[in-house]
C-alpha cells in the first residue's frame, strides 16, 4: 500500500495527509491498496486533502482490515474569490458551518472542506455545500460544485501552454481557406469557487460547409486518459471528446487545455451570387458533465473565439489551384465594366481591385498567384479589400470580437435597366468590351493584352 495506518505495532489518529502525489509502481497485485487501514483498534480521524493519484492508485484502492472503528476523510481545498472584505460562509448539506471568515486584500480565501467520509462499510458525503458571500450587504449563494465553464480559442500557432492563469480576450481568427489552423478548448473550475476539474465530455460542431477537422490532436500528459472522439466530416461534429485524470494541473481558477483540434478551412467564391465571404466557421461546444471535487456539473460555455474563413478570391472554380479555369473565367471578363452587362461574364468577381472595370490591374493580381495553390497565397497576394480589418502580413489575423468582421463581400446585381446590350448581340457580336472569349486565351496573350496588344 501507499499508506498504511495502524498496523499490529500500534494504532494512529488524526493523521493529516495534504497535497501529496500517490504513485502505483511495480507488478500488479491482488493485494494492493492505495489507503490501508486497521488493526483491532479504533483507527479514526485521518485525513487526505488535495491528493492526486497516479499509475492506478485511487481513493477507491482502500483496504480496512481487523476491527474497530477506522475511517478516513477525503477532502478538497475550494478558493472561493470575492471582493477584499467580502465575508464567507460556507455550509456542508446537513447545515453545519465547516468555514466562516473574511476575504483578505488578495481577493481570495481558501477553505480546507471535506466530501465525505469513508468506513469500512460505507460512505458519508458532505457534499454540496452552500457557500455565502455577502459583499456589501449583498448576500450571493452558490452552491459546490458550481459550474465549471469551457472556452474555445481559435490560433493560427498553437503554443505548448497546458494551463494558463488567463486568456486573450475573445477574437475571431480571420484566415484563408486551404490553411491549418486550431481550436483550443479550454476548461476551468467555477470564476468565483475555485477548485481543480478532474474531467468530463465533449461534443464539438462546425458548419461543414466552410472547414474540416484534420485531427484531433493529443493535449499533453496531464489527462490521464481519454478519447479524441469521432469526428464526422459531412455533418460537421465531433462527438466524445473525453478526458479523465486522478492528478489534475492548473487547480485553482485557472485555464486547463483540454482539447485541441485542427482545422482547414474551404470557402467558395459564388461568382453568380458576388458571395465572396469571410464564412463564420460557427464552432459550437455542448459540453456533458464535467466531474469536480465536490461534484459533477454541466459547464457553461464561456464567450470564446469565431473562426472566419476567407477565400482565395482568385480560385473561381473552387478547385483549389490558380489555373487555367479561373483565367477561363476571368478571360470573358476581362474589359468589362462592372454592371454594364447581365453575368456572366462574372465581372462583379473579376474586378478584383475593385474600380469597377475589369482591366490592367485586376489581371495583375490574377497573374501574380497564377499556378499557385490557394494554399500557397497570402493575404499580401489578395486585393485590399477582400483582407480583413486588421490584417498586418500573413495568412491570418486576429480581429477583436467587438469589431465587426466585413460582411460578406457582394456587388450590386445588373438589373435589366442597366443592361446597355440585348442578350442576342452580347451572343452573337462580340462588342469592344468583350474582345475574349471564355477558355480561348493563354497567360501570355493576357500580358500582352496588359500592354495593349
Ligand atoms: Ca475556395
Ligand atoms: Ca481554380
Ligand atoms: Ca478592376
Do not use: C
Not at 478526458?243 to 494541473?249: D, E, K, L, S, V
Not at 467564391?269 to 458533465?289: D, K, L, R
Not at 468583350?434 to 501570355?444: A, F, V
Amino acid at each position: 500500500s501507499n499508506v498504511s495506518i495502524s498496523l499490529e505495532y500500534g494504532h494512529a489518529e488524526n493523521t493529516r495527509f495534504v497535497g501529496n502525489t500517490f504513485v502505483k509502481v511495480g507488478p500488479d497485485r491482488t493485494d494492493y491498496a492505495t489507503i490501508r487501514n486497521g488493526y483491532y483498534q479504533t483507527s479514526i480521524n485521518h485525513y487526505f486533502y488535495d491528493s492526486k493519484f497516479e499509475g492506478g492508485a485511487s481513493y477507491d484502492a482502500y483496504r480496512f482490515v481487523g476491527s474497530g472503528t477506522r475511517d478516513f476523510y477525503v477532502g478538497w481545498t475550494l478558493g472561493v474569490s470575492a471582493a477584499s472584505g467580502s465575508t464567507v460562509t460556507i455550509t456542508d448539506k446537513n447545515g453545519t458551518v465547516a468555514y466562516s471568515g473574511t476575504v483578505p486584500a488578495a481577493g481570495k480565501i481558501e477553505a480546507q472542506l471535506r466530501e465525505y467520509r469513508q468506513l469500512p462499510t460505507s460512505r458519508t458525503y458532505y457534499t454540496p455545500y452552500t457557500v455565502r458571500v455577502t459583499t456589501g450587504g449583498v448576500t450571493t449563494t452558490y452552491t459546490t460544485a458550481a459550474k465549471p465553464e469551457v472556452r474555445l480559442e481559435f490560433t493560427a500557432e498553437p503554443s505548448n501552454t497546458t494551463s494558463t492563469p488567463s486568456l486573450p480576450a475573445a477574437a475571431n481568427l480571420a484566415v484563408l481557406e486551404d490553411r491549418e489552423f486550431w481550436a483550443d478548448v479550454y476548461v476551468r473550475s467555477n470564476a468565483v469557487l475555485n477548485t481543480w476539474v478532474f474531467g468530463g465530455s465533449l461534443n464539438m460542431g462546425f458548419n461543414p460547409a466552410y472547414g474540416r477537422v484534420v485531427a484531433v490532436e493529443p493535449v499533453g500528459e496531464h489527462w490521464q486518459s481519454g478519447s479524441n472522439g469521432t469526428v464526422n466530416n459531412t455533418t460537421g461534429t465531433i462527438t466524445g471528446i473525453t478526458r479523465t485524470t486522478g492528478a489534475p494541473i492548473g487547480g485553482d481558477d485557472e485555464w486547463v487545455l483540454f482539447a485541441r483540434v485542427k482545422f482547414s478551412g474551404k470557402a467558395p467564391v459564388n461568382e453568380a451570387a458576388a458571395q465572396f465571404g469571410p464564412y463564420n466557421m460557427n464552432a459550437s461546444m455542448t459540453p456533458g458533465s464535467f466531474s469536480m471535487p465536490f461534484g459533477s456539473a454541466t459547464p457553461t460555455v464561456a464567450a470564446g473565439d469565431g473562426a472566419y474563413i476567407y477565400p482565395v478570391i482568385y480560385d473561381v472554380d473552387d478547385n483549389g489551384q490558380i489555373l487555367s479555369g479561373d483565367m477561363a473565367v476571368f478571360s470573358a471578363a476581362y474589359r468589362s465594366t462592372v454592371g454594364q452587362l447581365p453575368e456572366p461574364p462574372y465581372t462583379r468577381w473579376a474586378d478584383f481591385d475593385g474600380n469597377g472595370k475589369v482591366l490592367g490591374g485586376d489581371l495583375a493580381l490574377l497573374s501574380a498567384v497564377y499556378r499557385l495553390s490557394t494554399s500557397q497565397v497570402s493575404f499580401e497576394q489578395m486585393p485590399a479589400r477582400y483582407r480583413p480589418p486588421t490584417w498586418v502580413s500573413g495568412w491570418w489575423t486576429r480581429v477583436p470580437a467587438f469589431l465587426p468582421l466585413s460582411e460578406p463581400v457582394s456587388e450590386p446585381v445588373a438589373t435589366s435597366a442597366q443592361v446597355v446590350q440585348s442578350p442576342t448581340t452580347l451572343t452573337g457580336s462580340p462588342t469592344p468590351a468583350i474582345i475574349l472569349g471564355p477558355g480561348q486565351l493563354k497567360l501570355s496573350r493576357l500580358r500582352a493584352a496588359r500592354f495593349g496588344f
